[in-house]
């Protein structure tokens, strides 16, 4: 089984700084990583994935996460954030095998304030 | 390229009634998978088909239930409804080929309120 922890609830930031949303995971097999986003009254969508290889990954948005095997961590880090950040994100993982079942954290609450 | 279609994105019902919510896939995608989301328990996984056939299923009570129709299209259904099953409800999809990594890709939610 697996399990995902996001360590903060909720991050205020102020327009164009830097960002840090952490996420720890624990699985006995390895594991996919991903980050999702839900703006208000919508789904879900893919900002970022790691399925192997270079472990810093780069997404959409200007959004990238940095994958650490030894801290099974899966940190998303933005350099400059804008007021249309503002939304829940959500850290995910999945078994790397044919199981599609996502095991998601709590979210972070990213507000940007201007 | 359509997203994932859910219908009806909003509904109110009350207790002790049933639900029928449904999901389109977008074209070519076989894999459909269904979540629920509340304010106390988060994202949870409710099941997934794949071809028809259920491939996995999450913790939850058989009042909970599912299918898929040759088309991929899926639908839900939850019986004798209880204040807890409010919630958004979130369909997914994927390619599922053998060598696909498997991406979900969500629709928008069916918003269920029960009272």
């Known amino acids: 089984a697996q399990s995902v922890t996001q360590l903060d609830s909720q991050v205020p930031v102020f327009e164009e700084a830097p960002v840090e949303l952490r996420c720890n995971y624990s699985s006995s097999v390895s594991v996919y990583l991903f980050w999702y986003v839900q703006y208000p009254n919508q789904g879900l969508q893919l900002l970022l994935k790691?399925?192997?290889?270079?472990?810093l990954v780069k997404g959409i948005n200007g959004f990238e996460a940095e994958f650490n095997k030894s801290q099974t961590s899966f940190h998303l880090r933005k350099p400059s954030v804008h007021i249309s950040d503002t939304a829940e994100y959500f850290c995910?993982?999945?078994?790397?095998?044919?199981?599609?079942?996502?095991?998601f954290g709590s979210g972070t609450q990213l507000t940007v304030l201007p | 390229k359509a997203g994932v279609t859910q219908t009806p994105r909003y509904l109110i019902k009350t207790r002790g009634q049933q639900v029928t919510l449904s999901c389109s896939p977008i074209?070519?995608?076989?894999?459909v998978s269904w979540y629920q989301q509340t304010p106390g328990q988060g994202l949870q996984f409710l099941f997934e088909y794949f071809s028809e056939t259920q491939r996995n299923k999450g913790n939850f009570p058989g009042r909970f239930s599912g299918r898929q129709f040759s088309n991929s299209r899926s639908e839900m259904n939850v019986s004798t409804l209880e204040l807890g099953d409010s919630a958004l409800y979130l369909c997914a999809s994927s390619l599922a080929t053998g060598s696909n990594t498997g991406e979900l890709f969500f629709g928008e939610g069916s918003r269920l309120t029960v009272l």
């Open positions: 995910a993982v999945r078994p790397s095998g044919s199981a599609r079942q996502l095991t």
């Open positions: 790691y399925l192997s290889g270079s472990t």
């Open positions: 074209s070519g995608h076989r894999s």
